[in-house]
């Protein structure tokens, strides 16, 4: 039996929550690779930090409702709740992540992922 | 002689500074009372915290380069940074502040002040 993770409903995604979420250079360049690469095994990341690290920044973006996490197996695969979030807060998202792109060593992270 | 207070230079300003102090719904509220009404004292905000709250919050806003703040003899008077935030960062502020009224006790107090 698989162990299914909370996730918040999109209506009660939060502003203060998204933001406090996406203010970590480490969460937005996850939130940059799933956004421009799709879905990913959460190993993926380790890239760009340690297991342990990574376990937190990705809880705080599941939790804030910025990515949706499922269990498979051993792995935990990462989407982003793209719709959900350009629901709640239009053009929010697109913002976060033109700014991040700007953003030379999170940018070259992501491409090398 | 008045004490100029520091501000980044609009190519400065960090996207994670932005977002962190844009996630306090405090701040918001100051922000969109600034968005709305134009430059405004820092006194006008005592609607939404104590004094020394208000200090703290103003300052984290000002670091970040969300707003500039100058010395008129006892005032401080505050205004946004609209076009160096949309310079940088084109529709954050926007998308920000339509989350920001989106909140009914948020635009409650920014309509009262």
Same mark, same amino acid.
């Given at each position: ?11 009660? /995604? ?15 360049? /996850? ?10 095994? &959460?190993?993926?990341?380790?890239? &760009? ?21 499922? /269990?498979?197996?051993?792995?935990? /695969? ?36």
């Amino acid at each position: 039996m698989s162990k299914a993770l909370s996730h918040p409903e999109a209506e009660a /995604i939060d502003l203060s929550a998204v933001l406090d979420a996406l203010r970590d250079p480490i969460r937005r360049a /996850i939130v940059l690779m799933v956004a421009e690469q799709g879905e990913k095994r &959460c190993s993926s990341f380790l890239c &760009c930090t340690t297991k342990t690290n990574l376990t937190y920044h990705v809880a705080r973006l599941r939790e804030a409702g910025v990515v949706r996490v499922r /269990i498979e197996g051993p792995s935990r /695969i990462v989407s982003l709740r793209r719709d959900d979030l350009e629901g709640r807060f239009p053009g929010l998202l697109d913002a976060v992540l033109a700014g991040a792109r700007q953003d030379p060593p999170l940018a070259r992270l992501v491409e090398d992922a």
